[in-house]
C-alpha cells in the first residue's frame, strides 16, 4: 500500500477517536461531530448541518458508494439534498464523481453510476482552524477490474479531500470543498459523460420545488439539455424547505479551480446540479503533482443578492 502523503495524526481505529469526537472543539463556538461506525455527523448547537458517509452504502447491493454527505441540512434543520432518488438512485447528497477512469485504454468502472467502482476510506481526522471545523479524508480509489497479482483490488488513485464548515454567519453557511487527486498509476485520465452533455465532478443532488430559479454573476441562468456557461458560481433558489420562507445554495468554483469560465449541467427537477469538470474529453491526473479542485456551498436563508455573493466569493480560500 502506498504511504499517505498526507497529516494523518489521528487514527480512525483509535480506541480514543470516538470519545474525542464527542467532545466540541475548542474555538469552534457550538460546532460539534461524533463519529459513528456509518459515519460523520456535524451539529451547530441542537441543529444538523450535514452527514458524511463513511461506511458504503446500497440498495439490495446496488449502487453502493460512500465518501459523499447526506443529508445535508439548511440553516433550520431540513433536510435539502436526496439520496437514492428513483428517477436517478445512483445520485446522492453532494458528490464528486467520473464517468470516464481510465488506465492507458482500460476502463476502471464509473464512479458515477457507483458501478465496479469502491472507495476505501483509509483515514479520517478532524482539526480547528480558528472557528472552523476541518474534517480530512484520504480515500483510495479501487475496481474490481483493476487488480494485483494476487487478484486483489489494486489502489489506482489517492484522493485527499479536505471538508471545512464554518459557523453559520447571519443568514448564511459556508461548507468549502478541496478535492486532491493524485494518480497511483501511470496514464490514469478521467472524464466526465462521453457524450455532448460531458457532465461529471462536484454535484448537488438537491430536493427542487416547483419555483426553483437559477442565476449567476452574469444574471439569470436557463437551464438546458447541454451544459450552460456562466460565471464561477450559480445560485438555486426557491422554496427549498419549506413554501412559507425562500432560500437557497450557491454552489462555488473558486478562483483557482481549473478554467476562466465553468460550465453547469442544471436541472429544474428530477436530477443533480453539476459543475462541470473536465468535460467529456478526459483529462490526465499526474502521479506526482496532484489535481486539486476547489468548490464551496453557501447555503442561505431570505435573499442574498449578486453583489454579497460576490463579496463572499472573492473572500474564498
Avoid at 489521528?10 to 466540541?24: A, D, R, T, V
Avoid at 477512469?101 to 478532524?126: P, T
Avoid at 483529462?283 to 486539486?292: C, E, F, N, Q, R
Amino acid at each position: 500500500m502506498t504511504k499517505l502523503p498526507f497529516y494523518y495524526k489521528l487514527k480512525s481505529n483509535c480506541p480514543y477517536f470516538i470519545g474525542f469526537l464527542l467532545l466540541p472543539l475548542f474555538g469552534l463556538a457550538q460546532l460539534t461531530f461524533t463519529e459513528s461506525e456509518a459515519g460523520i455527523q456535524i451539529k451547530e448547537g441542537d441543529k444538523s448541518v450535514l452527514f458524511y458517509q463513511k461506511q458504503p452504502k446500497s440498495i439490495n447491493g446496488e449502487f453502493s458508494r460512500n465518501n459523499y454527505i447526506h443529508p445535508l441540512h439548511g440553516l433550520d434543520g431540513s433536510v435539502l439534498t436526496e439520496d437514492f432518488p428513483e428517477d436517478h438512485p445512483h445520485h446522492r447528497g453532494v458528490f464528486w464523481a467520473w464517468h470516464q477512469v481510465f488506465i492507458g485504454n482500460a476502463k476502471l468502472g464509473d464512479s458515477w453510476e457507483c458501478r465496479d467502482f469502491s472507495w476505501n476510506i483509509s483515514d479520517i481526522e478532524s482539526s480547528e482552524d480558528g472557528d472552523i471545523l476541518k474534517l480530512m479524508a484520504a480515500t483510495y480509489w479501487q475496481s474490481p477490474l483493476w487488480l494485483n497479482q494476487e487478484g486483489n483490488q489494486k489502489p489506482f488513485l489517492l484522493e485527499n479531500t479536505t471538508i471545512s464548515i464554518y459557523p453559520r454567519k447571519s443568514n448564511y453557511r459556508i461548507i468549502s470543498f478541496k478535492i486532491s487527486l493524485l494518480a497511483l498509476e501511470k496514464n490514469l485520465k478521467i472524464g466526465g459523460s462521453d457524450d455532448e452533455k460531458g457532465y461529471g465532478g462536484f454535484s448537488i443532488r438537491m430536493k427542487l420545488p416547483e419555483d426553483i430559479q437559477f442565476t449567476s454573476n452574469e444574471g439569470e441562468v436557463v437551464p438546458e439539455n447541454n451544459a450552460v456557461e456562466a460565471g464561477k458560481w450559480i445560485n438555486i433558489f426557491g422554496s427549498l424547505s419549506n413554501k412559507e420562507n425562500r432560500s437557497g445554495i450557491v454552489i462555488l468554483s473558486h478562483q483557482d479551480s481549473p478554467g476562466e469560465k465553468e460550465n453547469w449541467i442544471l436541472r429544474e427537477k428530477e436530477s443533480m446540479q453539476n459543475c462541470v469538470y473536465p468535460g467529456r474529453k478526459a483529462v490526465s491526473v499526474s502521479t506526482t503533482d496532484p489535481t486539486i479542485l476547489k468548490y464551496s456551498l453557501l447555503i442561505y436563508e431570505g435573499t442574498m443578492t449578486t453583489q454579497e455573493i460576490q463579496t463572499i466569493y472573492k473572500e474564498l480560500k
